[in-house]
């Protein structure tokens, strides 16, 4: 699905969706996207941050219900700040305008192999119980003793892939394919940004965490035990 309200950044992108062999939803505001979606399942959905007349970042809240579909969010900003927000409120990628199709079809091609496994997958059940943690896998919640810490959808992927092998080093690569899909292997300052925030949410010393452990050059581990 595309939600963009430009008319010529539409067209191409429909016209190389189509030579490509994708089925191809086109929408260009924020009713008809969210009716398309709900109505839809897309596993892929490409949308514009800067829609002219709605909040593209509420939008991709909204779309985000869907849990087992990868949104890639465009804009026209280049601010770190924007790219950050936006795969915090649960975009799976972030690409700046002026794009590269073939950069741009390459994205949607990972995102479509993380969609589909999604589908297939069963998200985790149940609460984990920590030291003073409590989290709850179905609402992406967590309790640091009695105070409430709400989990962006990234934050609880990462912390997902950790629980798995709570205990054990889990190398860069293997987290960055359990979060952000298997071609993005390489970008860990992502896996830096989200390791501080978990850990400012999380750690009642972020400096120094008991919990979510550095295994230097190699990765992280979540410490099975108290330290």
């Known amino acids: 699905m ?59 809240t909204a779309l985000r219900k869907n849990k087992a579909c990868r949104i890639i969010a465009l804009s026209n900003s280049r601010a770190e700040f924007v790219a950050v927000q936006a795969l915090d409120e649960g975009a799976s990628d972030f690409v700046a305008k002026p794009f590269g199709i073939d950069s741009l079809l ?15 997958e069963r998200p985790p059940q149940g609460l984990l119980e920590l030291g003073p943690w409590h989290i709850d896998f179905e609402t992406y919640t967590a309790w640091l003793g009695r105070e409430p810490v709400r989990l962006t959808p990234t934050e609880h992927k990462l912390l997902v892939a950790l629980v798995a092998r709570r205990g054990s080093a889990v190398s860069h690569r293997e987290l960055l394919r359990a979060v952000w899909g298997p071609e993005s292997s390489e970008q860990v300052e992502y896996l830096r940004i989200y390791m501080r925030q978990l850990r400012r949410k999380l750690e009642a010393e972020p400096s120094h965490p008991r919990y979510l452990l550095t295994v230097p050059r190699i990765g992280y581990r979540l410490c099975a035990e108290e330290r």
């Open 106 to 120: 390459a994205r949607v091609r990972v995102a479509l192999r993380g969609a589909l496994s999604l589908k297939n």
């Open 2 to 60: 595309i939600v963009e309200d430009d008319e010529s950044t539409r067209a191409l992108l429909h016209a190389a969706l189509i030579r490509c062999g994708y089925d191809v939803i086109l929408t260009a505001s924020v009713a008809h996207a969210e009716r398309s979606a709900e109505a839809e399942q897309p596993s892929v959905i490409l949308l514009d941050l800067d829609l002219v007349r709605a909040n593209g970042m509420r939008l991709l």
